[in-house]
C-alpha cells in the first residue's frame, strides 16, 4: 500500500506541524517504508541510494518513540544513540534531528573528533536524549567517564558501510559491550556488501529488511559520464569545464589530500576560487572551507572521499571525479553528492588507461558498464595503449573491447 502524505504515518500532530511548516508533502518511499516498521520496535537494516531522505526516515520515528516515553530526573540519561563515521555527516544528523525535533522537549548533542572536547563533557553533562556521535570520539568520552549509556534504548548505525571501510570495528565491538542488548537497534546505509550482512547478523534480532532500490544503485536523477583523456590533461579538462563550460559550483574528488591541495593550487593559479577539503584540515577550517562553498563564494571544492559523505548541498549541479575512488562503493557516493532530492544532477569522471582496473571495479558494483567517451578538444592519444597482444588472447580481447569503446562505438549501458 502505497503512503500519499504523511499524515497517514502514525506521528504525533507535533511532528506533523513541523513537517507541515518544513514544506515536507509526501514521504519519500525509504520514509514511507522505515517510518512504520520502526514505530513498530522492529530492528531494521535499511538500503537506500543517497539524497532519499533515509535520515529523516530514522529521525522522525526516534522523537515519536521518545516523546510517546517521557524521561523523568535530571540529568537526562541517553536513550538514543545515531553512530554516524565522519564529523560532517555528524553535523548533518544532529542538525536534522534539531530541525524535525524543534516543539518538543527532547534534547540532543553531537560529539566528535577534531575539536575540543571540554566543551562535549560540558554538554553531557547536562543530559541529552540523543546523542550523534563519530565511535572514536564516543569511546573517548566512555573512558573517560564522561557519560552512560545503559538506559539506551535506541541504536541507530548510519552509512554503516564506511564505519566498516574506515576500519571503526573494534570501536564498534568496544561500544557494544557497554549498551543494553535489549535495545532497537537500525542500520542505514547506500550500499551493501558481504561485510555489512556480517555486522548485521552481530547487532540486528529478526530485522526488517528493506531496500528501495537495487543494491549499490545510484540515483535516476543523476546523469553519468565517463570521458577519456590522457592522464597529464585531466587538470585542463577541469578547467575548461569550470572556466568555458561554467561547471560552477563544482565538486571534485580526488583520491589523495595531496592531491586535492595541488589540484585546489592548480585551479588557484589559474583563475578559479577553489579550496581543499580533507582530513588534514582542522575542524574550524572544514566548516569554514564548507561554509563558504554553501554560500557560493567557492566556484570548486576539491575534496578526498571524506566529502564523499555527510554533505548535503541541494543546489550542487555538478561532481567531477579526477579519477575513480580506490573503493569501488565510494563511488556510489561521490557522485550522490549530486542529484539529491529530486534535482537533476551531472556526474562526470576523467578516466586514463591506467584507471581500468578501478573503473572494472566500479562497473562490477553498479552490474553496469559505464560507457567512455570523448570531450571535443581533450580526445586521448590512443597510440599510448600498450602494443596489441596475441590475437586470440584473453588480453587482445579486452584490448579490443576498449578501443572500440574509446572510439565512440557504444550504444548505451548495458548488464556485466
Known amino acids: 500500500m502505497s503512503i ?28 514511507a ?12 537494516m535499511a538500503g537506500a541510494q543517497t539524497g532519499t531522505g533515509k535520515t529523516a526516515a530514522f529521525v522522525l520515528p526516534l522523537l515519536e518513540q521518545l516523546q510517546q516515553q517521557p524521561q523523568e530526573g ?13 564529523r560532517e555527516l555528524a553535523v548533518q544528523v544532529f542538525d536534522s534531528v534539531a530541525r524535525y525535533g524543534q516543539g518538543t522537549s527532547l534534547t540532543s548533542t553531537q560529539v566528535y573528533g577534531g575539536v575540543s572536547i571540554a566543551a562535549q563533557v560540558e554538554a553531557l553533562q547536562q543530559g541529552v536524549d540523543i546523542l550523534i556521535a563519530t565511535p572514536g570520539r564516543l569511546l573517548d568520552h566512555l573512558r573517560q567517564g564522561a557519560l552512560s549509556l545503559g538506559s539506551l ?17 573494534d570501536e564498534i565491538k568496544a561500544l557494544l559491550k ?57 587538470v585542463a579538462l577541469v578547467e575548461h569545464l569550470i572556466k568555458v563550460k561554467e561547471w560552477a559550483p563544482v565538486l571534485i574528488f580526488s583520491r589523495t589530500r595531496q592531491g586535492a591541495d595541488k589540484l585546489a593550487q592548480q585551479l588557484g593559479k589559474a583563475g578559479i576560487n577553489a579550496l581543499a577539503f580533507h582530513g588534514d584540515l ?25 566529502a564523499a559523505r555527510g554533505l548535503d548541498i541541494l543546489d550542487l549541479n555538478y561532481v567531477i571525479n579526477l579519477e ?5 562503493e565510494d563511488y556510489v557516493h561521490r557522485i550522490g553528492r549530486t542529484g539529491r532530492a529530486g534535482n537533476k544532477g551531472l556526474a562526470i569522471t576523467l578516466f586514463s588507461p591506467e584507471d581500468a582496473p578501478l573503473l572494472e571495479k566500479v562497473e562490477a558494483v553498479l552490474d553496469t558498464r559505464l560507457p567512455q567517451q570523448w570531450f571535443p578538444g581533450f580526445e586521448p592519444d590512443l597510440t599510448r ?26 550504444s548505451g549501458k548495458g548488464k556485466r
Open 178 to 234: 557497554q549498551i543494553p542488548a535489549d535495545r532497537q537497534t537500525l542500520l542505514f546505509s547506500a550500499t551493501c556488501d558481504d561485510n555489512l550482512y556480517a555486522l548485521s547478523r552481530v547487532l540486528l534480532r529478526d530485522p526488517e529488511l528493506i531496500e528501495v532500490a537495487p543494491r549499490n544503485t545510484t540515483a535516476a536523477e543523476v546523469e553519468q559520464r565517463v570521458y577519456t583523456v590522457d592522464g597529464e590533461r585531466k
Open 4 to 31: 500519499a502524505s504523511f499524515a497517514e504515518l502514525a506521528l504525533s500532530p507535533r511532528l506533523q506541524q513541523t513537517l507541515s511548516e518544513l514544506g515536507y508533502a509526501a514521504p519519500t518511499p525509504i520514509q
Open 385 to 410: 595503449f600498450e602494443p596489441e597482444p596475441r590475437r586470440n588472447s584473453k588480453a587482445a580481447q579486452k584490448q579490443r573491447a576498449r578501443k572500440q569503446a574509446l572510439s565512440g562505438n557504444q
Open 153 to 169: 534504548s535506541h541504536l541507530v548505525f548510519d552509512e554503516a558501510d564506511r564505519m566498516l571501510d574506515m576500519g571503526f570495528m
Open 33 to 44: 517504508r522505515a517510518i512504520p516498521t520502526i514505530l513498530a520496535g522492529r530492528d531494521l
Open 282 to 306: 582542522s575542524q574550524g577550517a572544514r566548516e569554514k572551507v564548507l561554509l563558504a562553498f554553501r554560500a557560493g563564494t567557492l566556484q570548486a571544492l576539491v575534496a578526498t572521499d571524506v
Open 324 to 328: 575513480f575512488p580506490f573503493v569501488a
Open 74 to 86: 535530571s540529568p537526562r540519561p541517553i536513550r538514543a544513540l545515531i553512530l554516524v563515521p565522519t
